[in-house]
């Protein structure tokens, strides 16, 4: 299934739940639970169902039992298989778009070292190469690597007024990210209030230009980095990156709750490292589990986007700062990066796409 055909598939499940919850009168003054506020939203990925209660709007103590009402309800309703009630994360309300950008887009992990920043890093060099304007937002403030894998060194600076920072740039990517700003070698503990205040910044006070895609390096797992970029910026979706393997897997499911929590939809998943690439014959054996990813996505009904092996050479690459998508245009890794950039940019309808030889 395509991006474009999952994420069409979840928004007519969507409306189709949201409208047949008119029918249900639970409602003060013999309103329906809808048109009274109490039922805030209906997000779905695939058929599993969350419907999100407004609290300030139900009375008092009965939250549980319209739990009760509704959840027996949706699940008899077709093309529904799980349901789940629960009040709106309150950070959807301060959601704001940034400004001459068409799409946030999160690139997220369950655990780290799955691959995620090199995934980011060369996703963002592809869809450039493919004519997207394109910018990179280095949002792990755990470990922000995306400047050394795009082999950028140095500071960044003003814009010519002195009023925002400006993005530096590299393989037609604006990248920003917190290694931009701090000494070299300086490591910082983002926590509290330093995200709530730090973050925002990062994201609003860059001169970033107009972009078809700003793509958000997040943190790997769940953290309050992932709920400030949440509030701060509309995000269209995220992309999650993961190793075959069952423990990466279960942290993944942990992260698609809390995104779908946020009604922030998953496009797809990148299973990378599946497979080695045997060096002689090119065949692909077995390394961290065999397919996860890819059972994970037929069970919460998102397409799997793309299947990376472990290839030595994009980790060697990748340490000297030269994207496998540069400096390895035309290897069969680098078509992966580009059938990625495809699909993403073709399911969100941006760009005037240019064909790239890879
Ligand atoms: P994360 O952002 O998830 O913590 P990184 O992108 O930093 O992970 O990657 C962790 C390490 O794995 C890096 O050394 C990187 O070069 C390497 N790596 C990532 N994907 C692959 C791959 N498909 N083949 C080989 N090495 C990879």
Redesign the pocket.
Known sequence: MSISQSVQMAASLEEYVLKALHSVTEGPGGLDIVSSGQVFDVVATGGAVRVLLDTDHIPDGTEEMLAEVITPFVEALPGVDRVVVKPRPRSIAMRESLPGITHVIGVH?G???????????NLAVALAQQGISVGLLDA?VY?P?CPT?LGITGRVETTDDGEKIAPMNRHGVSLMSLGLLLPEGQALIWRGSLVDQGLPQLLTDVDWGRLDLLLV?LP?GTSDVHLAVARHASLSGVVT?TSPGQVSIDDVRRGMEMFADLQIPCLGLVQ??AGVACQKCGEVGALFGVDGGGDLAVEIGVPVLAS?????????Q??LGEPLVISRLGSA?SRVFHELAGRLATGLCIGERKEVLS
């Open positions: 992990s655990k780290g070292g799955v691959g995620k920043s090199t995934v980011a890093v792990d470990g690597s894998l390096d790997p990156v990378n490292m990376l092996p472990f290839v030595p050479e994009l980790a060697i990748s340490d890794a």
